[in-house]
């Protein structure tokens, strides 16, 4: 690996998935196996699971919002963090997969959360669409409450499986990955959707790419510059703290 050296004015896009939340006690949230204090998440994350279900996937995902709360950001959270606001406001950008939180309260300045976060309740009529903060997780909230504009029951603002993206989330991805000189995935294999998209976007961009994992993507990732094996919460504070406006 070369050192980072990076312009003052460089813009540096992460990409981070669940893996970077692993130190924090948080298993994957998405995909099999992820279970949360023995709940299975995957039986929550559907579509299919809210509509037959609103109130149980309602009272999960709060349980789930109520772990994310009390777990910790982590060595590679904080790296990010500070790697960022040692940067021009704006020119760091973090797309995380993740629902928990966790960047923002390590304090990244700038996070797109593709999945959405369990922090925050929307309404499910297209077009209403209001948002507002989720009740404070450790509140006795059992049934979700109605839509302060229209009254229909709201929902976790988060990506459900057979769900799209939000517009206005992808958008910003898309704008964070062409702009980008180094873009930097971590926590996430590599290979499915979104990484190895993100990644091509940012090489087409002309970036340098580097992914941060614990296994090397199978089948091996062409895009990818630059694979660094490893625990993210070790490997990021390495790779980050070498910048010189961070050190
Ligand atoms: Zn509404």
Known sequence: MHPLALPVDARITFLTGAGISVASGLRPYRGPGGLWNEVDVAAWATAEALARDPIGCFRAHRHFAALAAAAQPNAAHHAIAAFARARPEGHVVVITQNVDGLHQRAGAPHVVEIHGSLFRLRCPEERCAARIPAPDPSARVDEPPPCP????????????????????????AKEALRACQLFVAAGTSGVVFPAAAYVREADYAGARTILVNLEPPSPPNPYFDDVVLGRA???????LGADPLTS
């Open 149 to 172: 504009r229209c009254g229909a029951k709201l929902r976790h603002d988060i990506v459900l499986f057979d769900e799209y993206l939000d517009p206005a989330d992808e958008r910003a």
């Open 233 to 239: 919460e070790d490997v990021l504070p390495a790779l």
